[in-house]
């Protein structure tokens, strides 16, 4: 369905770029962990390729795309080398990463969706894999850096913004409506959506009557 909406090269290049950058987000925790060699090339693998692996496994495209193209493999020890080596001035650059890293959300909540229904699931199952394809390899990353994952306690609105993009594409599809403009607009809502999160410190609501401003447990 994906295919028929961009050419396949754009469409390849569109995922080395997320996988790159959501590999650089792991690599740079792990430095930050003070992770060796090893460490540093397991959270980028396991932060580029996790949701991906999760969606195919659940969908049954075996084997997952992550072990059928070499490139999707290689792509995530690339940036772990860079970042192992030039950490210090990837890390000056972390805005401009977030800012590729909003890219990626957006794309990757698209493209599981529409994988995902592609595969027979109905539209909420689609949409729901749609956002573990974007934030699940998050979710690895932290739990294997023993921090709390980002989508238990989502300070500014991480998994949010990826599923509103899913359900975009979810209603674009049962309305008969997928096409590259609306692909296009859940692609773009959920970027904005994480930007405007990233710049104004949103987040979802906590517990009822609890206020903001009493301390969270560590």
């Known amino acids: 369905m994906l295919h028929d909406l961009f050419p396949p090269g754009i469409q390849h290049a569109l995922d080395l770029a997320g996988i790159f950058v959501f590999a650089t987000a792991g690599a740079l925790l792990a430095v930050r962990k003070n992770f060796d060699v090893f460490g540093i090339c397991v959270l980028a693998l396991v932060t580029a390729l996790g949701g991906g692996l999760f969606r195919d496994l659940v969908i049954g495209a075996v084997p997952p795309a992550a072990f059928g193209e070499l490139s999707f493999f290689v792509t995530p020890l690339i940036a772990a080398v860079i970042v192992y080596f030039l950490h210090p001035e990837v890390q000056r650059i972390n805005r401009a990463i977030n800012v590729f890293d909003a890219a990626g959300l957006g794309l990757f909540c698209v493209t599981g969706t529409t994988k995902a229904y592609e595969y027979g699931l109905g539209l909420t199952a689609s949409a729901a894999l749609g956002v573990a394809t974007a934030v699940g390899g998050g979710v690895l990353r932290d739990v294997l850096a023993n921090e709390v994952p980002s989508l238990l306690r989502d300070r500014e609105m991480y998994a949010v913004p990826a599923l509103v ?11 008969d409506g997928l096409n590259g403009v609306t692909t296009g607009a859940a692609i773009i809502t959920t970027f904005v959506l994480r930007l405007l999160a990233m710049r104004y410190h949103w987040r979802a609501p906590l517990a009822w009557n609890r206020r903001s401003s009493v301390a969270e447990e560590p």
């Open 165 to 175: 993009g899913a359900t975009m594409v979810a209603l674009s599809i049962a309305f």
